[in-house]
């Protein structure tokens, strides 16, 4: 299964079947109102939100700008703490480096925390591919894995089941990837926890390879970071002998009082805590304590090529905290899955078309998944003006992707199923040019306003399937201006 989910239908098809299902928007709904209401409580306990919100912004902002200096000292950093920095530019790449770095090990089973990356590049995948078996331990990675599903929030990635179906995941499933379900289990959230906790408990003892991301990684030291409310991830960070660290070159900050603000932010925007319950940091290796051999795996996969846009840029400030996913109204609606892509949600919907490009359908389609409400924008905590970003997208896929350069010029492919937009927007170009025909036309729609339909044909039936055409009125307005006040100018 793919976990960059090519191929998927476009938003619209995707998120028509997904509003269908009664138990999926419940689910959502439940899930989704609970966090934010606790994140909104968590947040306006501190006076000074908007400062951090605003210094956040800067940091990522400043850190973006000079990017190649940042991850050239982290490098150093890295390598002098006793690690090795591997770069990849893309998916296929990065793969390539983590299988042989775990081939190299003899192991055929690894431990996976924190991997939305790799999720990205469809690690797991490539891994089994070479006859490597990859074991989430998450919590609910572990229910996505079992159920052979796909994730469907950036926080909470299970957040499309509950307690009854993750039950059936855990009886049907747990024994075929290691130690089985205890018989008789119920649905109570601290049995489906112990059940998990024993399920893994058996996997963490016996890697030798552990592979993570990491929210955050400081240039100065070359330390590392993961922030997590289970302790899977301390499991996995220091049990294994061998640690390979796959991570987005945009999660380098430059120093650790840099990393003193996110660390404020992200909990209270994501979980609602004042402070994450496992906050993890390791820096290269130490004898005698920890993994022996540390890889970090440096991840472009697009980014370079996104930080060229001076104003989809800004959506690589993302720390991943998954409030604007809890705040959406398209996303608690369609859910995660419609969006076709591991970054689900506001944010995905200006990521995945700037990593992946907007070539395929459903990345054309995604940043049209919007409502432009700005609930987005308002509760990111590095301020990330998602709608702007939206905007800005549909301009690009309007005009037909990204430019082309051809020698010294910049060209612009036609787009693909915008001819008629584009063909209504030149006609009333025209129509606003020329007084006379707009008044015909507006007296001629008046009088056969009663044979008009309600819905559009062809591309129309996009934007009139969910919403009727507003009537014509009886009268223009010039007529109706010129009847009752005598002639006079209406333009005066």
């Excluded at 966090?35 to 400043?62: F, M």
């Excluded at 805590?273 to 472009?300: A, C, Q």
């Excluded at 170009?429 to 020329?434: C, D």
Aim: overall charge neutral; charged content about 25%.
């Amino acid at each position: 299964m793919s976990g960059t989910f090519v191929g998927m239908p476009a938003f619209p098809e995707a998120a028509r079947e997904a509003v269908g299902n009664a138990t999926l928007r419940g689910n959502l709904r439940h899930a989704t109102h609970t966090i934010r209401a606790k994140r909104a409580r968590a947040v306006a306990e501190l006076s000074d939100w908007a400062e951090l919100r605003e210094a956040g912004r800067r940091i990522k902002d400043h850190t973006l700008r000079h990017l190649d200096r940042y991850l050239e000292q982290l490098e150093e950093s890295v390598t002098a703490a006793g690690g090795t920095v591997h770069w990849a530019a893309d998916a296929e790449e990065a793969n390539r480096i983590v299988t042989r770095l775990v081939q190299a090990t003899g192991e055929s089973e690894v431990v996976k925390v924190k991997s939305m990356a790799t999720q990205e590049i469809g690690l797991n995948e490539a891994l089994e591919a070479a006859g490597i078996r990859a074991y989430e331990t998450d919590l609910a990675e572990l229910i996505v894995q079992l159920g052979k599903d796909r994730p469907s929030h950036i926080l909470v990635p299970a957040i499309h089941r509950n307690r009854g179906e993750i039950r059936d995941i855990f009886t049907e499933e747990m024994g075929t990837w290691g130690r089985p379900a205890p018989e008789g289990l119920t649905d109570t959230p601290a049995e489906l926890a112990e059940a998990a906790r024993l399920h893994l408990r058996e996997k963490f003892l016996r890697a030798k390879v552990g592979i993570s991301g990491a929210n955050f990684m400081v240039a100065e030291t070359g330390t590392l970071v993961v922030v997590e409310s289970e302790g899977n991830g301390r499991m996995c960070l220091t049990l294994p002998e061998t640690l390979i660290s796959v991570v987005g070159i945009e999660k380098v900050v430059p120093s650790w009082r840099d990393l003193e603000v996110f660390l404020q932010t992200l909990p209270r925007s994501s979980t609602a805590e004042r402070m994450n319950p496992y906050t993890s940091m390791w820096t290269g290796t130490t004898d005698g304590d920890g993994p022996s051999t540390f890889h970090l795996v440096l991840l472009d996969n697009g980014r370079t090529d996104t930080l060229a846009d001076t104003v989809g840029r800004q959506a690589l400030r993302c720390i991943r905290c998954s409030a604007c996913l809890n705040v959406c109204p398209v996303y608690e609606r369609a859910g995660g899955h419609a969006y076709g892509s591991v970054y689900p949600g506001p944010i995905g919907a200006i990521l995945s078309p700037q990593l992946r490009g907007t070539a395929s359908e459903i990345d054309a389609s995604l940043p049209y998944a919007s409502s432009l409400c700005g609930a987005c924008y308002e509760v990111c905590p590095v301020a990330i003006d998602i709608p702007e970003v939206l905007v800005h997208l549909r301009e690009r896929v309007a005009e037909g992707g990204p430019a082309v350069r051809q020698g010294n010029r910049v060209l612009l492919k036609p787009a693909k199923g915008h001819a008629a937009e584009r063909a209504a927007v030149r006609a009333a170009r025209w129509a606003l040019a020329h007084p006379a025909a707009l008044r015909t036309g507006q007296r001629l729609a008046s009088r056969t306003r009663r044979l008009h339909p309600r819905t559009l044909p062809g591309p129309g039936r996009a934007w009139t399937g969910t919403r009727d055409l507003p009537p014509v009125p009886a009268e223009p307005f010039r007529d109706w201006w010129q009847r009752t006040h005598g002639g006079k100018d209406a333009s005066k």
